[in-house]
């Protein structure tokens, strides 16, 4: 690569581009934008169309999964991501599908803050009256997934994209790289990052950096980890030294290499903060 992609150019894998698999072109597309993002650039950031295409995969998922209902409640119907969607959808030209979206935004416009509140916080999963109104269009969408695929229509307005670049998967990965370091506040984006972070991976970091090891990915949680006799959940990782994970008992943390249930590699008192 002797130039760099413009950042408003949706950029996606050689092998993915090469690939006749419809998913392999999303995918790739997916993951150079969540590479960006753990990059710590921001939304507005990243290349527009890229996004749409990300956010029309995220309601295809979320509805073929869940239905309709689960999209709204998920998302809490934000205004940023259905607006991408909506207009992801209007520039791929899937205007069938575009139409059974409105029919959802018809159905949460009609609807008070108060009902959509309770909604949010309802159970999603048990009875719920709300959430099997909301479901009024699933028919129509999945009558419409077999006779015209939104997957395929994604994959094929992104690789026909006129600013579409395809890198191979090192030029990839030092593309997003580059565009991180780039960021003239990455160091407080980091740290505003890594103080949100969830209590597990604050304290996944503090025991890989007492071990003297380096934190590469936190892979699974195992609910079913049993300590002491008592149930717990297992928190598994990847370091420069390979497969670990982190059991938390409130005052203190352990760390355990690969499947390991003894001899804790670290043990962490009770973290400050």
């Not at 710590?40 to 979320?62: G, I």
């Not at 030029?171 to 780039?182: D, F, I, S, V, Y």
């Not at 007492?210 to 990782?237: M, N, S, W």
Request: aromatic share 8%.
């Amino acid at each position: 690569m002797t130039t760099h992609p413009s950042a408003d150019a949706p950029v996606v894998s050689s092998v993915a581009f090469a690939s006749d698999d419809p998913l392999a072109i999303i995918q790739s597309n997916i993951d150079f934008l969540n590479a960006l993002f753990g990059e710590h650039l921001w939304a507005e950031e990243v290349p527009a169309d890229a996004l749409r295409s990300y956010y029309v995969d995220y309601w295809l998922a979320q509805v073929s999964n869940g239905d309709c209902s689960q999209f709204i409640y998920n998302t809490q119907w934000n205004k940023q991501v259905v607006a991408l969607v909506r207009e992801g959808l209007e520039a791929m030209g899937a205007t069938e599908h575009l139409a059974i979206f409105e029919r959802s935004a018809q159905q949460v416009d009609g609807m008070t803050p108060e009902q959509l509140e309770a909604y949010y916080a309802s159970d999603y999963f048990g009875d719920n009256p709300t959430r099997d109104t909301l479901n009024a269009p699933n028919d129509a969408f999945f009558a419409l997934e077999k006779t015209d695929p939104l997957l395929v229509k994604n994959a094929a307005w992104l690789r026909a994209h006129p600013d579409l670049v395809v890198l191979s998967a090192d030029e990839l990965e030092a593309e997003a790289r580059r565009r991180g370091a780039a960021l003239p506040d990455r160091a407080i984006r980091e740290a505003a990052a890594m103080a949100a972070e969830p209590r597990y991976l604050k304290l996944i970091r503090l025991l890989c950096e007492h071990a003297g090891q380096t934190l590469e990915q936190v892979t699974a949680a195992d609910p079913k980890r049993i300590h002491d006799g008592e149930p717990t959940v297992a928190y598994h990782f990847v370091t420069d030294k390979g497969h670990h994970h982190m059991i938390d008992l409130g005052d203190r943390a352990l760390m355990f290499h690969g499947d390991s249930t003894t001899d804790p590699v670290f043990q962490l008192g009770e973290p400050e903060g």
